[in-house]
């Protein structure tokens, strides 16, 4: 089971459109942290670093070193949405920068936990193939093999973390 969660991003994983109606933020990776606590004897700490309107080269210049420091056993990284909404994006620097942290991850003895977001082309203004980002996802080194995914039920915000996007660390058990 994992112990320390820290889950990196932008807007999607800070929780931006997922609000309580306190208005608190409550997105994906507080659900994942509220159902690793759920599932875990011990305390689970978790840390969401993810800051709304984020390009992947700023996420992972500001959070990767962050999260690293923090020795997480899961880190999870969902980003390039909105690199992919600007109308000169370069496909093979967010593959690249997508497998930087991958690596980094695997290196400091974290699983991965990666995420990609929907395709928003249909509402876009200009319409764009975004095929070569689904030939191009980052392949994971051979010696790493995913394993399974499993959703928590929609109970709210984890029982003492952080604001999105402040990074702090907290026990939640």
């Known amino acids: 089971m994992y112990q320390r969660f820290i889950a990196m991003g932008d807007s999607f994983t800070e929780g931006v459109g997922d609000e309580l109606p306190d ?7 507080d659900l994942v942290a509220l159902g690793l606590a759920a599932a875990s004897a011990a305390p689970v700490s978790y840390a969401n670093l993810a800051v709304r309107g984020r390009l ?5 210049a500001e959070q990767l070193e962050p999260a690293l420091v923090q020795a997480p056993d899961l880190l999870s990284i969902c980003g390039g949405g909105n690199d992919m909404m600007r109308p000169r994006v370069e496909i093979s620097r967010v593959v690249g920068l997508m497998s ?4 980094a991850g695997l290196a400091h003895g974290a ?18 193939s975004c095929s070569a980002a689904a030939t191009s996802s980052p392949t994971p080194p051979a010696r790493h093999s995913p394993g399974p995914a499993s959703r928590s ?3 709210g915000r984890m029982p003492g973390s952080p604001t999105p996007g402040t990074g702090r660390r907290t026990s939640c058990t």
């Open 100 to 103: 930087e942290v991958v690596e």
């Open 56 to 60: 992947l080269g700023p996420i992972v």
């Open 23 to 29: 208005g608190r933020l409550r997105g994906w990776a």
């Open 111 to 128: 699983h991965m936990l990666v995420l990609s977001g929907g395709n928003p082309s249909k509402q876009l203004p200009s319409v764009r």
């Open 153 to 155: 039920s929609r109970t």
